[in-house]
């Protein structure tokens, strides 16, 4: 049997929480955060147009990318290399923030965090893989316009 044209969402699934991490978020903590030493942020809103671009780029949950959800802004930060948080040259998707020197975040505490800043995908307990700033950008375009047609919820 070959591949499906369309392979689920993978990210996707993080868009909505259970009852447990629900429950888990309440009691959650968080930390600020100064961005442009070890990296700089894209804030994307909605949330699940930052979920989409993350699935367009073919990024594996759980390895070790820097992704944030702030839950109750519905929007995710993904954590770049610092000093990339630039305009591409086709200018800043709408839905797009950068953040860099200056700029402060809320990062999850341990294991989950809370509704403010809770990591999507699993914890980040080693080292931050950072996700490349122009790709990202490209790749919420490409879900914007994927959403646009119908093609994503």
Do not use: N
């Not at 930060?77 to 200018?91: E, K, M, R």
């Not at 893989?129 to 122009?134: F, L, N, Q, S, Y």
């Amino acid at each position: 049997m070959g591949a499906s044209a369309h392979t689920p969402p993978r990210w996707g699934q993080f868009l909505d929480v259970g009852p447990e991490q629900h429950a888990a978020l309440k009691h959650g903590s968080y930390r600020l955060a100064a961005c442009g030493a070890g990296w700089d942020v894209i804030v994307v809103a909605p949330l699940v147009l930052g979920l989409a671009a993350l699935d367009v780029l073919g990024l594996v949950p759980g390895t070790g990318h820097g992704v944030v959800a702030d839950r109750s802004r519905r929007e995710l930060l993904v954590l770049v290399p610092p000093g990339t948080a630039l305009p591409a040259d086709g200018g800043v998707p709408e839905g797009v923030r950068l953040l860099s020197r200056g700029s402060w975040v809320a990062l999850p505490c341990g294991l989950l965090g809370t509704w403010a800043a809770s990591w999507v995908g699993g914890p980040v307990l080693g080292e931050v893989r950072h996700v490349d700033a122009g790709a990202l950008m490209r790749a919420v375009s490409a879900a914007d316009a994927d959403r646009s047609a119908g093609a994503c919820p």
